[in-house]
C-alpha cells in the first residue's frame, strides 16, 4: 500500500503560479512512476503530468504543456507539480498518483494508488 499526501491547493488569480506537493511516507515511492491527474465538475479525469520512476522523462497533457512542470525528489519522496500562467480552465480538484502507466500512448487515466486531492481555483 503507498499513501500519498497532497498539499499547496487554493485560490489564485489568473496568471498566477501555485505548486502543488505529494508525499509518499515510506520507501517505495522512487520505485513509482508517478503522475498528476485533474477532475473538474461534470468532466471526466485526465491525466495532467507524468515522470517516469528514474526522473529522466516527463510527458505533459497538451493543454497544461509549457505552463506546468512535474519534478520529483527520491531522497523526500515527494512529487511536485509547479503551475505558471494558470487560467480559470484550470481549476479542478488535483490528484498525486503512483503507479502511473508511463509508456502508454496515450496514457490512460489510471493508476494505482491515489492522494485524497487538493483544490485549485483560478479566478478570472
Known amino acids: 500500500q503507498v499513501q500519498l499526501v497532497e498539499s499547496g491547493g487554493g485560490l489564485v488569480q489568473a496568471g498566477g503560479s501555485l505548486r502543488l506537493s505529494c508525499t509518499s511516507p515510506g520507501r517505495t515511492f522512487s520505485m513509482y512512476n508517478m503522475a498528476w491527474f485533474r477532475q473538474a465538475p461534470g468532466k471526466e479525469r485526465e491525466v495532467v503530468a507524468g515522470i517516469n520512476s528514474y526522473r529522466d522523462s516527463t510527458r505533459y497533457g497538451d493543454s497544461v504543456k509549457g505552463r506546468f512542470t512535474i519534478t520529483r525528489d527520491n531522497v523526500k519522496n515527494t512529487l511536485y507539480l509547479h503551475m505558471i500562467n494558470l487560467k480559470p480552465e484550470d481549476t479542478a480538484v488535483y490528484y498525486c498518483?503512483?503507479?502511473?502507466?508511463?509508456?502508454?500512448?496515450?496514457?490512460?487515466?489510471?493508476?494505482?494508488?491515489w492522494g485524497q486531492g487538493t483544490q485549485v481555483t483560478v479566478s478570472s
Open positions: 498518483a503512483a503507479g502511473f502507466p508511463f509508456s502508454a500512448d496515450p496514457p490512460p487515466p489510471e493508476a494505482n494508488y
